[in-house]
């Protein structure tokens, strides 16, 4: 039941600039933390940047200074603003939410579809 729609990648040539965006749908009772991975062909998914309910921050080291997270808990959305683009930013993006849901109320890990952001250099 719960969907999380993605929205904004595309291709940019390096030092450009995309925002994506996360939107959370469906039978949410609480979220816990947004954020978004990224993962390669042939390579691990791994962290890119995660939000959680207080507003606590966590940044993977290669992008630190270039990208920013923020949410909209009205709008149970979350958004990545990524500058200074490098080519090895070149992958797909996965929006995962950490939530609760009736009728167990467990925490759980949700993901989107991901979406494509290439780099050209």
């Known amino acids: 039941q719960v969907q999380l729609v993605e929205a904004g990648g595309g291709l940019v040539q390096a030092g450009g600039s995309l925002t994506l965006s996360c939107v959370a749908s469906?039978?949410?009772?609480?979220?816990?933390?947004m954020g978004w991975y990224r993962q390669d062909p042939g390579k691990q998914r791994e962290l890119v940047a995660i939000?959680?309910?207080?507003?606590?921050?966590t940044y993977a080291d290669s992008v630190k200074g270039r990208f920013a997270i923020s949410k909209d808990d009205a709008k149970k959305s979350v958004y990545l603003q990524m500058n200074s683009l490098k080519p090895e930013d070149t992958a797909v993006y996965y929006c995962?939410?950490?939530?609760?849901?009736?009728?167990?109320?467990?925490?759980?890990?949700?993901w989107g579809q991901g979406t494509q952001v290439t780099v050209s250099s």
């Open positions: 995962k939410v950490v939530a609760r849901t009736p009728p167990a109320f467990h925490i759980r890990d949700f």
């Open positions: 469906g039978g949410i009772f609480s979220i816990n933390a």
């Open positions: 939000v959680t309910t207080t507003g606590t921050t």
